[in-house]
C-alpha cells in the first residue's frame, strides 16, 4: 500500500516521543539507583558545578555567536534581503536557530544525566559488575534517546510546518554549527585536563591517576563530560540531521518528478524505524555471562538486525524501492569495515599496538614514528570502505531513474546513522564509567570496585575506537550526498536566476582544482588550529599544578585535610578553551567563503571534494593513531615489554599524550568541520553563484 | 623568424654537451684542490667504498627489477603484444630501459664526486670559509649539471629518433621507477644511520656529532651520499623529465593542429635555455662579503633572472605565445611563495620554531604536538600557491585554442623546473658539507676548522627547506600537467580502439570519488611504509652500537688505537635498506593498476586526483614539520631556552628524531611516488579502457 506523507510524519513524531519517554524512564531508573557515600557524593558535585559552569559560559558565547549569525542569514541567505522574499530568509533564520537550539537541549540533557549516573556506577560497583555495568549504559543511553529522538522530531515537525527542503539545511547549518564549536571547545577542555594531570601526576610525581591529590583531577572528570559527552552528542546529532537533510534535498527534487512524498517519506520512515530499533536495543540490553565489551556489541547486532529486518517489511508493505532498501544496506556494510578496520589497528592483541609497544622500547621517538606510521596505513580501508559502499550505493539506484543514484548514496549514509541512537548510547557509556572510576578512587571504594570500573572503562576505550570509527565513515557518505545536495542547490538557484546550471565539478577544470587543493588544506589547518589551543592550555595548566604542589603545604605528601585548589585549574581549562574554540571553525568558514567567492560553484564543488577526502583521511588517522597510542601504553602497564615505570612505558606515556588531542580533539572534530562547509556551501549556493570574481 | 624543430633539438643537444664539459672542468677543479691529511684521506676512503657497495648493491637489485618490467612492457604495453604493434612494446621498453641507466648513471656520478670534494672541503676550511664554500659548491655543481645535462640530452635524443611522444612516457618512467626505489633505500639508509648515531651517541652517551667512536658514523657520512645526493638527484631528474615529458605530449597533440612543431620547440627551447642559465649561474657564483645562504641564494636569483630574460627573447624572436610565457612565469612564482612558506616554518627566527623550542621545556609530547601543528598549518599557503598558479597558467593560455590551458599548466612546470640545474647544486652542496664537518671531526682539524665547517652546514640546512619546497611544488605542477597528459592518452587510445573518449573527470561520477578516495590513502600508506622500514631498522642498529660499546673493550673510553667496527653498521643500513626498498612502491604501483581494473580510466582520473592532493599535502606536512623539529634542535642548542643537555633539548632530540624520517625518507619521496602512479596510469591508458571489471 501507498500511505500519504503525512502518516511517516505523525509516526516519527510518536516515537519520537515514544524515545523521549524511554528517555525519562531511563533517567528515573538511573537516579533511583543507591547511591550513600558522602565522599562520592561531594566529589561528583565539584564535577557537576564544573561541568554546568563551563557549558553555561560556553553556551552564552555560543548564543551571541549564534545571534550573529542568524541576523547574517536574515540579510543574506537564501538570497540576499534586498532581491525578494524577506520571509524565506527570516524563516531560514528561525531553522537555523532551531537547530541551533535543539542541539544545545541535547547537550545539556547529556551532561545532566551523565553527572548523576558516574556516581551511580561507581556506587553500583560495590555490588557487583553487572548492576554497574547497568548504571552507565543507562545513563548513556539517557543521552542516546534524548539526541536521537530530538533528530527526528526536529526533522519531522519542520517537515510538517514548511516542504520547502532548503529550510532543512539551515536546521542542519544551525545543529552542526553548534557542534562545530561545542566539540573544539569540549575537546579543547578535556584535553588541557587530561594531559596536564597525566604529565604532572603520572609522569613526574607517579601518583596514581585520579589521585585526589592532583590538582587538576576533577577538571578531568569535568572534561569528559563537557567533552565526550556534550560534544560527542552534538557531533552525532549534527551528522544525523545532515544525512537527513542531505537526503530529503534530494528527495524533493525526484519528488516533484513523481508527482507524490514517497522518496521523502522514505527517508522520515527509516529514520524512525532506526530510532525504533535503538530504543528496542537498548532496552532489551543486559550484561550476561561475557565481557562487558561483548555486551555493548550485542546490543550494536540485535538493533542492527531489528533496523535490517523492519525496512524489509517497510519496503515490501508500502512500495518503497528495493533499490534503495539495498543502498541503506550499503551503508551499514562500511560501518562494519569501518569497524573492522579501526579495531586491528588499536586491538592490543593484533601487531600493531603490539609492535608500538615494543619499538618504545628504543624510545619515544620510535613510539611516535611507529603510531604515525599504522595510522597512516589505517587510513586505506575505511576510505576503500567508503568509496566502494557509495559506488554501490549509486549504482544500485541508477538505473531507477535521473537523480535517484545520488538518493542511493544518501540513503546509505541514513542507513548507516539509523542505528546511531544505539551508537551514543554505547559512546556516553565510555566517560561515565571514566568518571566512575575517578569516584571509586577518589571515594576510597577499595581494590575490588576498583578493578569492576577499570574493566568496564577498558570496554568504554574498545567500543569508543570503533564507533569513532563509525562516526566518520557516517560523515564521510553524508558529505558526499551533501554535495550532491549542494550540486541541487545549485541548479535551483540558477534556474532561479534564468542561468545555466551545471552538470557536475570536472577535475581538470582548473578552477574545480584549485579549489580542491585549498578545500584540502582546510581539514590540516583546523585540527592544527585545535591542538595548538590544546598545546598552550595545557601548558598554563601544568605551570599551574606546579605551583600548587610548590606552594600548597602538604598536598604533595598527602597529609590529611589539605586539598589542593580544583577551582583554579578548572578556571584554567574554561578560560583556555573559551578562547581558542572559536578561531579554528571561524577560519574554515572564512576560507570556504573566500573561495566561493573568488572562484565561483566549481571551486566549491572542488573544495568540498578535497575537504571530505584529506579530512576523511586525517581523521581516520589521527582517531586511529590516539587509539592504538592509548592502548600500547596500557598494554605496557598490564606487565609486557617491561611494564609499569619502565623506559618504554615512559615513552609509551609520550605517545598517549601526542595521541589524545589526535584522538579527542582534533581527529572527531574533522567530521563536523566538513559538515559545516558543506551545509553552508549549499545555503550559499545563490550567492556564490551570482557574485564570483574568477569564473 | 620560425626556425625547424632539428634546430631546437639540435640547441638542446650542444648546450646539454656543454654542461657535460662544464661537469667535467668542475670536477677537475674540485680534484685538484689540495688535500694531504692521512687521516682524513682513510675514512673519506671508508665513506666512499661504503657509499659504492650498497649503491652497487642496490643498482643490482634494481637491474633485476627493471629487467622484469621490461618484459611486462614488452608483454603489455602500450597494447597488449598479441593485439598488433609489437616493435612498438620494444621501443617503449628500451625508452624505459633508457631512462632507468639514465637516472642510474646521474647518481653515480653524484656520488663519485661527492666523495671527494668531501676531503677537499674539509681540507680547504683550513684556509679559510671562502675556499672550502668554492669546494662545497662546485663539487655539488657537478652532479648539478651531469644531472640537468642528461636530462636535456635524453629528451632531445628521443625525440630525434620518434617522434611518439608516448614513448617519452616510458622514458620518464624508467627514470621515475629507478627514483622511487632509489630514493627509498638511501632515504632508508642515511636516516637509519643518522638516527641510530644520534640517539646512542649524541642522548644516551653524550659525545660529540661524528665523534670517531660512534660505530656508527661513518654508516651516517655513507647515509649522506647515497640519500641525500644520489636520491635527491634521482628524485629532480625525474620530475625535471615528467615535466618535459607532460609538456611534449601535449605539445604534440597540439602541433598535429598547427602543422608545425611549434609547440614541441618551445618545451625543448625553454628546458635548454634553464641548462643554459643554470652553466651561467654556477659559473659566477662566488661566496662575497654575505653568508654562505646568501651567496647561494644570490646564484639561484642569477640564474631564474638570466631564464627570464633569455625565454623573454626567444619568445619574441621565434615567435612563440607571449601567454605560454606567462604560463612559465607562473611557475617560477609559485617556487617564490613556497620558498617564503617553508621559510616561514622552518626558520629560527620565526614563530614556529620558537614556539616549538619553548613547548619543548613542557616535555617532548609539547614538542611532537607543536610540529605536527605547524605542520600541517603549513601546507595552506603552498597548496593555494600551486592552485592558484595552475589556475593562472591555465587562464591565460585558454583563449590560444583548444588544448593550449593544459598546455599552459604543463609549461608551467616546465618554467618551475627549468633552473633545476642550480637547485640540484644548491642542494647537493648539503651533504658534501655535512660530510666535510664529519672528516674535520675526524681528522682533528681543530675548532676553528669546525666553526667553519659548521656554518657552511648550516647554510646547506636552510637552503634545502627551500629546495625541497621547491621539488613539492614542481611534482605538484608537473602531476597536475601529467593528469592532462592521461586524458590525452586515453583519448587517443580511444580513437585507435574506435570507441567513445572522456572529456574530463567528474567529482559526482561514484567511480571517480571511489578512485580518489583510494588514490589520497596512497601516500599515506606508501610514506608510512617507509617510515616503519627506517623505525625496525634503526632498532637493529642501536643494537648493534649497544653491542659494540659493550663488547669492544676501551672503545666508549677513547682509547687509542680501538676503532669500532665500522663496516657492521654500514652492513645493518645496506641489508635494512634494501629489504625494505621494494614494498612501499610496489604496493603503490599495484594499487595504481588494482583501481584501474576495477574502474577503469574513470577511477584513475580520480585516483590520481586523490594522490595529488593528498601526496602534496602529505609531502609538504613532513618536509616542513621535520626542517622545523630540526632547527628547533638547533634553536635550543645555540643556548636559548635551557640550552645543551636541558630537558627542553632533549625533547627536542625526540622531536629531531621523529622528523628526520618525516623530512629525509617519507615526505619528498612522496614527489616520486606520485609521478610514478601518472606515468603508469598514462601507460596503461588502452589497457584500462579495454579490461575493466566495474566500468
Known sequence: MTLPF??????????????????????????????????????????????????????????????????????????PIWMGKPWENVGMAAAYIAGTVFSAVAGIIGIRIATIANMKTAEAAQRGIKPSFMAGFRGGAVMGMAVVGSTVLGVALLMLITTNTTMLLGFSFGASSLALFAKAGGGIFTKTADISADLVGKVELGIPEDDPRNPAVIADNVGDNVGDVAGMGADLFDSSIAS????????????KGTGSLINSSMVLCY?????????????LARMGKGS???????????????????????????NFDWRIWGASMAGLLVGVIIGIASDYYTNDERKPVRNTATASASGPAFTILSGVS??????????????VSALVAYKLCYPIGEGYAMFGVAMSAVGMLSIVGMIISNDAYGPIV????????????????????????????????????????????????LLGAFLSEVNEAALELGIEGIKGFDIMDPTVFFGMLVGAAVPAVFSAMLMLGVDRNAQRMVEEIHRQFREILGLKEGKPGVVPEYARCIEIATSGALRELIPAGVVSILLTIAVGFFGGVEAIGGFLCGNIVSGLLLALFMSNAGGLWDNAKKYIESGHGGGKGSDAHKAAVIGDTVGDPFKDTAGPSINTQITVVSLISSLMATLFLTFSIFR
Chains 1, 2 share one sequence.
Open 374 to 387: 599504522y595510522g597512516f596505513i589505517s587510513v586505506l580501508l575505511p576510505l576503500i570502505g567508503i568509496g
Open 434 to 481: 571514566d568518571n566512575a572510576r575517578g569516584l571509586a578512587e577518589m571515594g576510597n571504594l577499595g581494590d575490588d570496585v576498583l578493578e569492576i570500573t577499570d574493566t568496564l572503562d577498558s570496554a568504554g576505550n574498545t567500543v569508543k575506537a570503533i564507533t569513532k570509527g563509525f562516526a566518520i565513515g557516517a560523515a564521510g557518505l553524508t558529505v558526499i550526498a
Open 292 to 318: 562487558p565489551t561483548s555486551a555493548l556489541n550485542k546490543s550494536t547486532y540485535i538493533t542492527t538486525g531489528i533496523f535490517i529486518v523492519l525496512t524489509a517489511i517497510e519496503t515490501l508493505l508500502f
Open 271 to 283: 529514520a524512525a524505524t532506526g530510532l525504533l530499533a535503538s530504543i528496542i536495543g537498548v532496552f
Open 6 to 79: 503525512g502518516f511517516f510524519i505523525a509516526a516519527a513524531i510518536v516515537i519520537a516521543l515514544l524515545s523521549f519517554a524511554f528517555a525519562v524512564w531511563l533517567y528515573m531508573w538511573v537516579k533511583k539507583q543507591p547511591s550513600s557515600n558522602a565522599r562520592i557524593a561531594e566529589v561528583a558535585t565539584y564535577i557537576k558545578e564544573g561541568a554546568y559552569t563551563f557549558i553555561k559560559k560556553e553556551y552564552i558565547m555560543l548564543a551571541k555567536f549564534a545571534g550573529a549569525v542568524a541576523l547574517l542569514i536574515i540579510l543574506f541567505l537564501p538570497t
Open 244 to 255: 537527513m537533510a542531505a537526503a530529503l534535498v534530494l528527495a524533493g527534487v525526484l519528488d
